[in-house]
């Protein structure tokens, strides 16, 4: 049998729109952790799958961040300017350009991810660890599911 169908299809039960609305006011709320640090979202997202080896190349980045190749090449460029990351060629293959952060990239992505922690800490006052921790396995049970119906790389 179907969760869904056209009788109860609405913004407030629509996983899609529920996951969007969260991202959208999470966005907002953590722009005044970013803003004085001078990086937005997403450059941190980058900064952070780069760190963890989740995006050794603008390839395996722009998948990870789900991000345009053409777009994140861009964003890689500014990321080199900020001297937050560097490019540098693969021994095994010199075709390959590997990422990886310099240390003021090291610095400014514990940075953020202190105030991100923070706030997320705070908006989670509220509820007990069961909850949130519910929560996560159930998102990343969804983002499975989701991998597997369209690919990792969508």
């Not at 039960?13 to 937005?40: C, H, I, K, N, W």
């Not at 961040?65 to 010199?94: M, S, Y």
């Not at 991100?116 to 949130?132: K, M, Q």
Request: with cysteine; aromatic share 8%; proline share 2%.
């Amino acid at each position: 049998m179907s969760f869904y169908s056209t009788d109860n299809f609405y913004p407030d039960s629509s996983m899609g729109y529920l996951a969007r609305r969260v991202f959208q006011l999470s966005t907002v709320g953590l722009g005044d952790v970013f803003e004085p640090e001078g990086v937005s979202l997403t450059q941190w997202s980058a900064l952070v799958a780069i760190h963890i080896g989740r995006g050794r190349t603008c390839a395996e980045l722009a998948d990870d961040i789900a991000h345009d190749r053409g777009a994140t090449t861009r964003l890689i460029d500014t990321l080199v300017e900020r001297q937050w990351v560097r490019r540098t060629r693969d021994d095994a293959d010199r075709r390959v350009i590997n990422l990886s952060l310099t240390d003021a990239g090291i610095a400014l992505m514990h940075r953020c991810r202190a105030g991100v922690v923070d706030r997320w800490n705070t908006w989670l006052t509220d509820w007990n660890d069961d909850d949130a921790a519910d929560l996560l396995r159930l998102l990343r049970k969804l983002r499975d599911t989701l991998d597997v119906a369209t690919g990792p790389a969508a």
